[in-house]
């Protein structure tokens, strides 16, 4: 049984940058850790991935080939991918004895929410391979300070969750930076409860375009609510705690907490239930390092004494108040 993560949201969410940190994080706390790259348009990598789909198909040569844009040549490419899942698992397969596996999808949110070729691709690898697989759905933490947007990150994350059929966490990324965006109307708590949407309309109604949709705006923040099935964790990667409590959400998600141990269902609902100790609390220098080195290479040109983070990570600790 092979445990691991599917990454996605939109295009800037920090997907490809999360898949670089939450890699690093686990090889720290001694997992074998494997990135395939799922993203026929992400030519920059900053990890060394295992499988890489650019291997298979590359989406410039889709479009030239095909004459399509940049939206229908990743449809394009996650067809073909689907047709050709084989490949996928014949390069996945040498991985499967003792590797943790990070899929970094591409940021096309159609892919995830309408059409069906992404999902068949996850549910075969998952039914062949014997896979145990949760959803991070990543959001830019900015959509908070705009109700109209916070809206619609709602109805996407939903969508997909519904689509997906999966384990799924929904993030607001870049929560380290949600000041920068203005003030938030509420507190952050609001948002990531998902809390009585009809406070927000005495906001939406500010702003004479949100104000001319207000009937089919509380008709879709209805919908939200009567699933009641979206909450977000927030991402902050300066503190390394938070990435231990992603790492203990999403593995009690996927059942990794739960690997190899033979019990009763009673045996089992205690440990899913019961506060985890992780390993990565007895090396606390080499985290320090690893981030320090981290901050080094990627924000020199945004801070002088290395106190600013490098990457967003997920955390299931209460976050810090922007309003406070």
Not at 209 to 225: N, P, Q
Not at 234 to 245: F, H, P, W
Request: aromatic share 10%; glycine share 6%.
């Amino acid at each position: 049984m092979v445990f691991g993560q599917v990454v996605i949201g939109p295009p800037g969410s920090g997907k490809t940058t999360y898949c670089n940190g939450m890699s690093q994080f686990l090889k720290l706390v001694g997992r074998k850790v494997a990135v395939i790259n799922l993203d026929p348009a992400n030519d920059a990598l900053p990890y060394e991935c295992a499988v890489n789909i650019e291997d298979l198909i590359k989406l410039s040569d889709v479009m030239i080939e095909h004459s399509l844009g940049p939206n229908g040549g990743l449809v394009y490419c996650m067809d073909y991918l689907e047709k050709n899942v084989d490949w996928l698992e014949s390069k996945l397969e040498p991985l499967l004895n003792d590797h943790y596996l990070l899929f970094d999808f591409p940021g096309q949110v159609e892919l995830f929410f309408l059409h069906s070729n992404a999902k068949k691709v996850i549910t075969k690898l998952i039914k062949n391979l014997n896979l145990r697989l949760t959803v991070i759905h990543l959001v830019d933490a900015h959509l908070c300070s705009d109700p109209g947007k916070y809206v619609s990150a709602l109805l996407l994350s939903l969508s997909t969750m519904l689509h997906l059929e999966l384990p799924h966490i929904n993030v607001l990324s870049k929560i380290d930076l949600i000041e920068s965006y203005g003030k938030l109307a509420f507190n952050l708590d609001f948002y990531t409860d998902v809390q009585d949407l009809s406070y927000l309309q005495f906001h939406l109604d500010q702003d004479p375009c949100s104000a001319k949709y207000r009937k089919l705006t509380k008709e879709l923040c209805d919908v939200v609510e009567d699933y009641s099935l979206v909450n977000f964790t927030t991402l902050d990667i300066q503190d390394k705690e938070s990435v231990g409590n992603l790492v203990k959400l999403i593995d009690k998600s996927n059942g990794y907490i739960f690997a190899g141990i033979e019990g009763s269902v009673v045996e089992f609902s205690k440990i899913a239930a019961a506060p985890l100790d992780w390993d990565y609390y007895r090396y606390p220098s080499p985290l320090s390092c690893y981030i320090y080195i981290e901050m080094i290479t990627f924000n020199q040109s945004h801070t002088d004494d290395g106190k600013v983070g490098c990457f967003g990570v997920l955390t299931q600790s209460r976050p810090r108040d922007p309003l406070a």
